[in-house]
């Protein structure tokens, strides 16, 4: 792993957001990393020799960890994967109102749930 970090932090908008940017991590095939809360979820993101496994399975380490995993549009038809916090659903879907966003389905439950 190697890092890459701004000094100082890049600070810049996106839409109402202000995001920090704290600079790069390079990983290497199968090197990972662990995104953790201060509540100590945790979330992995794995480098492979294909691309990434952007998060643990979604049907059951992720939400063990207590998170669900939905799959949003923004207004400019822009698709996300985000992992919410099982108890902040209700900022989630103010964030994606504020935001002109909506939720097309949670990931986590499976297509059988979209049916």
């Known amino acids: 792993m190697k890092t890459d970090f701004n000094r ?9 957001i202000e995001i920090t940017d704290l600079g790069k991590i390079l990983l290497e095939p199968w090197e990972m990393i662990t995104l953790k809360t201060p509540e100590g979820k945790e ?6 020799s294909w691309g990434y496994y952007l998060a643990p399975s979604l049907n059951a380490r992720l939400r063990r960890e207590g998170y669900k995993v939905a799959l949003v549009v923004n207004e400019a038809g822009k698709y996300f994967i985000n992992a919410v916090e099982k108890e902040k659903t209700d900022l989630f879907f103010r964030y ?3 935001q002109g966003s909506r939720l097309l389905f949670w990931l ?3 297509p059988e749930a979209r049916r």
Do not use: H, N, S
Request: net charge neutral; glycine share 10%.
């Open 43 to 48: 979330c992995d993101i794995t480098a492979t």
């Open 108 to 110: 986590d439950e499976g």
């Open 96 to 98: 994606l109102k504020e």
């Open 8 to 16: 100082p932090p890049r600070v810049f908008r996106c839409g109402k």
